[in-house]
């Protein structure tokens, strides 16, 4: 009797401590290492109070030191990995074996490669990429490239990137302003504005012998 007593209470007291537990649907019940389960995260580019954050790692010791750059070697959400090759010249060359991640790209996404090709390129190359932008133009930037000319035309998408990215001759770099991934981009919108290639013309194998013609109506003389 005792022993059924023993359980029976048992039993009471843990309905009362999860009737107790979920009485209020706003409060948890009790959270095991809450730090853990609750941590103080900040956002990377948020505010934070300057009298007790600081980003200068010789105030560190006074405040609490918070760096909101990326981790180093981290990619952010949705971007591209990097460009394989460094600035330098045997690398440009090479930068025409890359390939362009994006086979061809949707109507929508065509259209904003345009947009951002009139904002950060047209300038210059113009609006359809024949090298009269308003800059090209002026006359106080020489050697405006014409991207319809058969040179671009022929230039591999690799070393297209190459020169968004880190410059070439008197156009500078535009990684800060653009993402890599409209880079690519704007590259397959510049295709849509160059003449189509034409196919290369069909030429005989070298070291054969074409077979001679005969005219069917002179008979073989014996």
């Not at 010249?89 to 904003?112: R, W």
């Not at 070393?159 to 410059?167: D, R």
Request: charged share 20%; with cysteine.
């Amino acid at each position: 009797m005792k022993r059924i007593t023993y359980i029976t209470a048992i039993l009471v007291a843990g309905v009362a401590i999860s009737v107790a537990s979920c009485d209020s649907k706003r409060e948890p019940g009790k959270v095991y290492m809450p730090d853990m389960a609750y941590s103080r995260a900040y956002e990377s580019y948020a505010a934070h109070d300057s009298a007790l954050f600081t980003m200068d790692p010789n105030d560190k010791g006074a405040k609490i030191f918070y760096n909101s750059m990326p981790a180093a070697g981290t990619i952010k959400r949705g971007e591209l990995f990097p460009f394989p090759l460094a600035k330098d010249t045997n690398n440009y060359k090479i930068a025409g074996t890359v390939k362009n991640p994006f086979d061809s790209l949707s109507k929508a996404d065509l259209t904003e490669a345009g947009r951002l090709f009139n904002i950060n390129c047209a300038i210059c190359h113009g609006e359809k990429a024949t090298g009269n932008g308003p800059l090209g133009t002026s006359g106080k930037i020489g050697a405006i490239a014409n991207l319809t000319l058969d040179q671009y035309v022929n230039m591999p998408d690799g070393q297209m990137f190459y020169s968004i990215t880190y410059g070439k001759n008197d156009m500078g770099s535009y990684a800060s302003q653009l993402t890599r991934a409209q880079r690519w981009s704007i590259i397959k919108y510049v295709r849509t504005l160059q003449p189509k290639k034409e196919a290369a013309a069909a030429t005989p194998a070298t070291g054969t012998a074409s077979p001679a013609k005969t005219d069917s109506a002179t008979a073989k003389k014996g």
